[in-house]
C-alpha cells in the first residue's frame, strides 16, 4: 500500500480587533486576532506549512511525498487581511494565499452574504414579510436569536437561487427593513484597496488568486457569464499585480457551486490550482480543483491539530 500525504488547507475570511454588535460576525467568519495570532504561532512552532505554489509542486511529483502539510488561504479580500492577518504572518512567516474578488476591491460595497447580514443587523423593524422564490416568510427581529435565524434562513435560501433571483431578494430586504447597507456599519465590511494588495505581493510570503468579479455562484451564472466571472477577474488581478495569476478559488465552494465546466474554463485561463470550501484533508489521489479545505473558526469549526 502506497503512504499518503496529509493536507489540511486552513480557509480563512477575516481577522478582527472589532467588538462586534448585535449579529454582526454572529458565524465568526472575522476571526478574533489573538485567536488568528496563536494558531498562526502554532503553525509556526509545530507545523510544515506549505505555500500555494509548494502544493502544485506536491501534485506535480511522480514520486509522492509523505507527511502532514499545511496551507494557509483567505477568501474575499477584507481590508482586515492587510491591517490584521497581514503583519501576523510576517511576523511568523508563515506563507499564505489570498483569494479576491476583483469588483469589490477599492469600493465601499458589500459582499452580498453581508449585505442580508446588516439589513436584518440594524434594522429597526421588529418584524417583516418576505417573498421568496414564490414564497412567503414571516422574520421576527425582536432579539438577537432571532434575527441570527432569519439571517441563516435567507442566506441559506441565497445560496440556491439564480443569481437574479438573489439579487431581487437582497434588493427588497432592503427596503423592507430599510436599510441601505455600507461599511460605515462596521469596519469588519471594509474592502481592500489596490495599494494595499500590491503592499503585500512584494512580501515572498504571500501570493494572490482570482475569486470572480463579485462573489457569485459560478455554477448558477450562464455560460457566458461564468466566463467573464472568472476571465475578467483574473485579468483585473493579473493587470494591478503585473504578473500572471494561475491561482483561483470557487466562491461559497460547496459541491453544486462549481462544476466540470467552470473547471474547463479556468484550465483554458492558466489557472493551475482552485480550492473549494468543501470541508475535510486531502491526500496524493485529490485533483489541484476539488482540494478540500477547514474553515476554521466559521461557525465554531476547530483548529485542526
Known sequence: M???FKLKILLYHGVTSVKSKGIENIS??????QIFEKQMRYLNKYCSVLSIDEVVNLYSKKKKKTGEYFVVTFDDGFKNNFTNAFPILQKYKIPAIFYISTGMINSKNLFWVDQIECCINNSKKKKFTININKSNYTFNLNN???KAKALFTIKKICKTLSKEKKDDV???LKEKLKIEPNVSFSKNYEILNWSDIRKMNKSKLIKFGAHTINHE???????KEMKKQISLSIHKLSKELGEKVIHFSYPEGQKDHFDSSVIKHLKAKGIVCSPSAISGVNDNNDDLFRLKRIMVGFDNMPFPK
Open 217 to 223: 455562484i459560478l455554477s448558477y451564472l450562464s455560460p
Open 28 to 33: 465568526k467568519k472575522h476571526l478574533d486576532i
Open 170 to 172: 437582497i434588493t427588497s
Open 144 to 146: 438577537i436569536n432571532n
Open 2 to 4: 502506497d503512504e499518503k
